[in-house]
């Protein structure tokens, strides 16, 4: 049974920083390609990174370059976002992602405010 377990999101004052995990379980997790997503309230899910199973390629969309960064560690079946420079348009709820059966983890919030 495929899970995706999200924790790291919080509260963040703009220009602060944040890491977010995925612990993933019940598949090859580097078998597959991992994405996280945002969603903004009101609106459609949108990606915000994604990379490759063996980590050797990622991918950003605009907003974000340069100032979030995924990684994964194949060995502890987890995937991570480090967000840096954060403004209040990163508000969103995040989720992660996997193409083994197009599963989502549960989401966590992410608050930018001061």
């Known amino acids: 049974q495929v899970q995706l377990v999200e924790s790291g999101g919080g509260l963040v004052q703009p220009g602060g920083s944040l890491t977010l995990s995925c612990a993933a379980s019940g598949y090859i997790f580097s078998h597959y390609e991992m994405r996280w997503y945002r969603q903004f309230p009101g609106k459609e899910r949108e990606l915000v990174a994604s990379?490759?199973?063996?980590?050797?390629?990622?991918n950003y969309a605009d907003s974000v370059k340069g100032r979030f960064t995924i990684s994964r560690d194949n060995d502890r079946n987890t995937v991570y976002l480090q967000m840096n420079s954060l403004k209040p348009e990163d508000t969103a709820a995040y989720y992660c992602f996997t193409a083994r059966r197009n599963f989502w983890g549960q989401g966590t919030q992410v608050t930018v405010s001061s």
């Open positions: 990379i490759s199973a063996t980590g050797g390629t990622t």
